[in-house]
């Protein structure tokens, strides 16, 4: 069965499950940085959440 993206669902899934981990681990990491006011933290915030969303949409483009 496919789904509109025209992938497997399974792997669709698959990667919408890992997507919204890293973007979880995202927030993690920005509540983090602001509370302890640490600036490379936030920079690996910014850096991840680019990567995240280059990840999500390369997997889309497919």
Same mark, same amino acid.
């Given at each position: 069965? +496919?789904?509109?993206?025209?992938?497997?669902?399974?792997?669709?899934?698959?990667?919408?499950?890992?997507?919204?981990?890293?973007?979880?681990?995202?927030?993690?990491?920005?509540?983090?940085?602001?509370?302890?006011?640490?600036?490379?933290?936030?920079?690996?915030?910014?850096?991840?959440? +680019?990567?995240?969303? +280059?990840?999500?949409?390369?997997?889309?483009?497919?």
């Amino acid at each position: 069965m +496919k789904s509109i993206s025209g992938q497997p669902c399974r792997l669709e899934a698959r990667f919408v499950i890992v997507s919204s981990c890293l973007f979880g681990f995202n927030i993690w990491l920005f509540i983090y940085s602001l509370r302890h006011y640490n600036d490379l933290l936030f920079y690996s915030f910014i850096f991840n959440l +680019k990567m995240n969303f +280059k990840v999500t949409k390369d997997i889309y483009d497919l």
